[in-house]
T-cell receptor
């Protein structure tokens, strides 16, 4: 049972435009969400996170939006740059309920077209 | 400072062979996690340590998988009698307890060990 889903395996965006990556989850106990970026042959790199008490968190070009009622979050990258080309993983945890592990989606490969 | 390091980076094993994968977490990080990432999938949780205590091993797929962290720093994931389905990237992550009250789950990952079982 896939508790965190990234339904788009790939996405191509023109440089300078907005990239929007989506993630859905089914476990209503999740209370903390993260986005990781992964380059080939490297481990995932933390990008941005959001707690369930918020609906938006912004860090430079990256903004994460959380819609708890829809169990949906999205990552916006504005403006998109060639270095943003990577695989992006959405992850979730329910730390307030004592569960320390991260549950990941299957990833979305983002390609920024120069 | 130095990040999470893992060794070896690549390992080829014959089916039935035992392997040991090492993780050096970020210095001072209390929590340590192991994940398995199959091709085309996201990382999947294997086990979790807080200091030397293994608090959650619910993700270990079989009793052939064993992890330890005897002194609360370096950790080793051991796979006995490897099978072809064990082929994957094994990722280690560590986390500080700063912000423990808020329990912010920012885990920092190593580069992984790519295991291929022939």
């Amino acid at each position: 049972d896939q508790q965190v889903k990234q339904n788009s395996p790939s996405l191509s965006v023109q440089e300078g435009r907005i990239s929007i990556l989506n993630c859905d989850y089914t476990n209503s106990m999740f209370d903390y969400f993260l986005w990781y970026k992964k380059y080939p042959a490297e481990g995932p790199t933390f990008l941005i996170s959001i707690s369930s008490i918020k609906d938006k968190n912004e860090d430079g070009r990256f903004t994460v939006f959380l819609n708890k009622s829809a169990k949906h979050l999205s990552l916006h990258i504005v403006p998109s740059q060639p270095g943003d080309s990577a695989v992006y993983f959405c992850a979730a945890s329910d730390v307030l309920y004592g569960n320390e592990k991260l549950t990941f989606g299957t990833g979305t490969r983002l390609t920024i077209i120069p | 400072g130095a990040g999470v390091s893992q060794s070896p980076r690549y390992k080829v094993a014959k089916r039935g062979q035992d392997v040991a994968l090492r993780c050096d977490p970020i210095s001072g990080h209390v929590s340590l996690f192991w994940y398995q990432q199959a091709l085309g999938q996201g990382p999947e949780f294997l086990t979790y340590f807080q200091n030397e205590a293994q608090l959650d091993k619910s993700g270990l797929p079989s009793d052939r998988f064993f992890a330890e962290r005897p002194e609360g720093s370096v950790s080793t994931l051991k796979i006995q009698r490897t099978q072809q389905e064990d082929s994957a990237v094994y990722l280690c992550a560590s986390r500080d307890v700063t912000g423990w009250i808020l329990r912010r789950e920012t885990q920092y990952f190593g580069p992984g060990t790519r295991l291929l079982v022939l």
